[in-house]
């Protein structure tokens, strides 16, 4: 059972006459069960009263005089009271300092009780702001997005008076909410008197300043600043936890770790995460040796290292002992055995749910870390849009200094939030210039798909449409469809006329102006139908499986991938050249056609194309496997639409 500290939120009038006068008109029996429902909760989050205060409470329900019950409950819960608010009967609020030391644990959480002095019988929530939390992150923005809408959002008190400058991220310290779940109602009763939860997480240890506001509605402030409050924590120090993370062979690695406590809450927590953790992850990646902090207590670790890997999980308490996790890996799967490297040619490090503050989205070590911890071979990272003259520093025109082989990093470009991404959003992998000639930021690029692709083909890049389904979608899930979509998204808009040119390749040849179609990130149907009609019209464009991490898919990179056979030893280049040979099948991890082969012709193989002079019988194979799961993955099947759970 992991140990908390109680502390309550208490509202208390000042004034000793009026309070005694409230006391007066609060019925007893409401007051009592109110009571015991707090208790009730703190118990079910770990966190109960003291002894002394629950035999208290107990104590009062056999007594029948009003006031004595009242004064009982009170000083059975007055000592946890970390804040008193006061509500007057025009419903304005005010706020003060309760009874209890505020103290928090780094990394953890400690529950406080709220008293409530309500006067005017308000019956709405009771909403506790700061700015040093509560930092909201919200993904899942279009590309053509603003920059500003791609940034975190702060709640903040909008009806102050003199605005207060906003915090920066490493000022948004503490993570708070009011818990108003079972067996306690999410707003008020309108009693004269009541008590409330709010749960209080540090991110930090050392001492650390907080204002913390309290409302009722819009307009429920009191003028003067009065009801919010300046609070001092002591922090203490949470105990680093070591991680030993063994592969399958039983060599050192990362892993992905996802750690609750008892009440189902993430460690560390999200909202006041910095790189190389994500906010937007309920999970970790730590590689052997590495740690985590966490306040004692007991937790249960969920841990695995992408789809090739099975799932498993660990119970872990940590205690005044060394805590670790000790962790070996079980694989379902290796493909690269077979000489099949996995790869996600669209993932990025700024944008859509990645933080700009305090730096322009993350760097080029947490991408390889998080392509590390799920066994993700080549990341290709794609700056685009937002922060993309910040992120231009991390392009080399080469794998980034970041990579340990086998797992190869690489920045390279999407247009997208720039240039020609109105005509439909472009990848461009293996670049030798990240920049058209001309300018050197995002803001001059050609207006033209076809233009960029010839840009890009001149330099031997490979290259082909972002998230191809978005805007083709057909009306009916059907393949083969002859009715046409729009052609009004952000994926293969230009893609129908680009894909019928030659453009000029790096030694002076014709080439084709597009190398693949994306998939695995929007609907196969769209995605399939306008391929399956491309090549019975005789063009040769492959599929590349993407993610494009973190915005239409940011749970974790390489949800889409390529797996691409090469004979010797993986290298960026040759990965690409297997990609635009066609040399690939895509997956999500979870099913595998490996080593496809129709009568003596691999896939990828001149052409792919295999000529017969008349009909005959011919021998398909393939190394077959998958792993579906006894208890059907719903939540998958209805996000991810390549999700093997379809197949059930």
Not at 334 to 347: L, M
Not at 407 to 412: A, G, N, P, T, V
Not at 436 to 462: I, M
Request: one cysteine or more.
């Amino acid at each position: 059972m992991m140990h908390f500290t109680i502390s309550t939120l208490l509202l208390l009038a000042t004034n000793p006459a009026v309070h005694h006068r409230h006391q007066n008109q609060v019925e007893a029996q409401p007051l009592l069960a109110q009571a015991r429902r707090i208790s009730e909760a703190l118990d079910y989050l770990g966190d109960p009263l003291p002894p002394a205060s629950k035999k208290q409470i107990e104590l009062a329900a056999t007594i029948s005089a009003n006031q004595t019950v009242t004064r009982l409950v009170e000083s059975a819960l007055d000592k946890q009271v970390l804040f008193e608010v006061d509500i007057n009967p025009e419903s304005r609020v005010k706020v003060r300092l309760g009874a209890a030391k505020p103290i928090l644990n780094e990394g953890g959480w400690r529950q406080y009780l709220v008293k409530v002095k309500n006067e005017a019988g308000v019956t709405a929530e009771l909403a506790a702001i700061s700015p040093n939390a509560q930092t909201v992150y919200e993904a899942g923005y279009p590309k053509t997005a603003s920059d500003d809408a791609l940034r975190p959002k702060i709640r903040i008190n909008i009806n102050d008076r003199n605005p207060r400058p906003k915090p920066s991220v490493r000022d948004r310290w503490l993570d708070m909410m009011m818990f108003n779940k079972q067996p306690l109602s999410q707003k008020l009763s309108g009693l004269g008197i009541e008590y409330r939860i709010i749960q209080l997480y540090s991110r930090d240890a050392g001492t650390r300043e907080a204002r913390i506001s309290f409302n009722v509605g819009q307009g429920t402030q009191d003028l003067g600043f009065r009801n919010d409050c300046d609070v001092l924590f002591r922090c203490s120090p949470a105990r680093s936890v070591k991680f030993g993370v063994m592969d399958e062979n039983g060599k050192p690695t990362t892993a992905m770790f996802t750690i609750r406590d008892a009440q189902g809450r993430v460690y560390p927590s999200q909202a006041k995460r910095l790189a190389p953790d994500f906010p937007f992850h309920p999970q970790i990646y730590r590689a052997n040796g590495e740690t985590v902090k966490l306040p004692d207590g007991r937790y249960h670790v969920d841990y695995t290292r992408g789809p090739e890997y099975l799932p498993k999980s660990l119970e872990l308490a940590v205690t005044n002992a060394s805590p670790k996790i000790t962790v070996k890996l079980e694989r379902w799967i290796d493909p690269s055995i077979y000489g099949w490297w996995s790869g996600d040619h669209h993932i990025h490090a700024a944008g859509c749910a990645h933080y700009d503050n305090p730096t322009e989205g993350v760097h080029a070590p947490d991408m390889a870390r998080h392509c590390r911890g799920e066994d993700l071979k080549v990341g290709c990272n794609l700056t685009w849009g937002p922060c993309f003259d910040y992120q231009k520093q991390f392009f080399t025109g080469a794998i980034s200094p970041e990579s340990r082989y086998p797992y190869l990093l690489r920045y390279d470009v999407e247009v997208s939030g720039f240039g020609s991404h109105q005509s439909g959003h472009l990848c461009l992998l293996r670049l030798k210039n990240q920049i058209p000639p001309g300018g050197d930021s995002w803001k001059h690029w050609p207006t033209l798909g076809l233009n960029t692709l010839k840009w890009a083909k001149k330099q031997g890049a490979v290259c082909g449409p972002a998230h191809s389904g978005n805007g083709i979608m057909p009306p009916e899930e059907a393949i083969p469809t002859y009715t046409l979509p729009p052609y009004n998204g952000i994926g293969a808009n230009e893609y129908i006329v680009d894909v019928t040119h030659l453009v000029e390749g790096p030694d002076g040849k014709m080439v084709p102006a597009v190398d693949f179609i994306s998939t695995e990130d929007t609907h196969p149907v769209a995605e399939l139908n306008m391929w399956y009609h491309t090549l019975n019209c005789g063009y040769r464009t492959r599929a590349s499986g993407e993610t494009d991490f973190p915005c239409i898919f940011g749970e974790r990179v390489g949800i889409g991938r390529s797996y691409v056979k090469l004979d010797g030893k993986l290298d960026f280049d040759t990965w690409c050249e297997g990609i635009r040979n066609g040399r690939s099948y895509v997956s999500d991890g979870m099913s595998h056609l490996i080593d496809f082969k129709v009568g003596d012709r691999n896939v990828g193989e001149q052409g792919s194309e295999l000529k017969l002079a008349s009909a005959t019988s011919l021998k398909v194979s393939a190394k077959v496997s998958a792993r579906l799961p006894q208890i059907p993955d719903m939540e998958s099947r209805n996000r991810f639409p390549w999700n093997l759970e379809h197949a059930r």
